[in-house]
T-cell receptor, first 115, second 115 residues
Framework: GNSVTQMEGPVTLSEEAFLTINCTYT??????LFWYVQYPGEGLQLLLK?????DKGSNKGFEATYRKETTSFHLEKGSVQVSDSAVYFC??????????????FGQGTTLQVKP | GAVVSQHPSWVICKSGTSVKIECRSL??????MFWYRQFPKQSLMLMATSNEGSKATYEQGVEKDKFLINHASLTLSTLTVTSAHPEDSSFYICSATRTGKETQYFGPGTRLLVL
């Protein structure tokens, strides 16, 4: 079946450090891939997405590239800020056998950035 | 744009009572809404898919008589937890899409505590 696996957290970084949160997936066909962010006390917000292989999603300094050969969609940011502290979820929307729009989430990775 | 609200944000109830949670798309029409459940420090689990004007589709293992979903209009879906028990205590999150296969916009969630 379809699934998403994220690196376990929490991830603790100093401000301006480089961030990588690993995400790999299992799916048949060509799913769409997403990163969502959940700030404390708030709902999930779409951070970025990619809908086909080699696409790069980017937003607010975050980037992720859809790598079909490694079935990965790792999230990166060159210089994190304290305000980036949140829980990050990787998710996929399967296209096979049909595109139902349903999202399958990874377990979430908590990022804490210290000043 | 694409704002989704939930009401209430917090609810505490006694065991055996029923609780209704509302999910509204404030600035767009949502043909499809999704209901998720999130346990502490865990991922989101899809409970059901709600399409306007039709019966909800429940994921395997979710009791449809326990979690009643109604999507009566293009801007409102409700989740009623019937005869709630302490094990139903959780964070319930809805999302909405215009067509069901586009980006999901999430509400801020409703925290339910059953005593």
């Amino acid at each position: 079946g379809n699934s998403v696996t994220q690196m376990e957290g929490p991830v603790t970084l100093s401000e301006e450090a480089f961030l990588t949160i690993n995400c790999t997936y299992t799916a048949t066909g060509y799913p769409s891939l997403f990163w969502y962010v959940q700030y404390p006390g708030e709902g999930l917000q779409l951070l970025l997405k990619a809908t086909k292989a080699d696409d790069k999603g980017s937003n607010k300094g975050f980037e992720a590239t859809y790598r079909k050969e490694t079935t990965s969609f790792h999230l990166e940011k060159g210089s994190v800020q304290v305000s980036d502290s949140a829980v990050y979820f990787c998710a996929l929307s399967a296209s096979y056998p049909s595109n139902t729009g349903k999202l399958i989430f990874g377990q979430g990775t908590t990022l804490q950035v210290k000043p | 744009g694409a704002v989704v609200s939930q009401h209430p944000s917090w609810v505490i109830c006694k065991s055996g009572t029923s609780v209704k949670i509302e999910c509204r798309s404030l600035d767009f029409q949502a043909t499809t809404m999704f209901w998720y459940r999130q346990f502490p420090k865990q991922s989101l689990m899809l409970m059901a898919t709600s399409n306007e004007g039709s019966k909800a589709t429940y994921e395997q293992g979710v009791e449809k008589d326990k979690f009643l979903i109604n999507h009566a209009s293009l801007t409102l879906s409700t989740l009623t937890v019937t005869s709630a028990h302490p094990e139903d205590s959780s964070f319930y999150i809805c999302s909405a899409t215009r067509t069901g296969k586009e980006t999901q916009y999430f509400g801020p969630g409703t925290r339910l505590l059953v005593l």
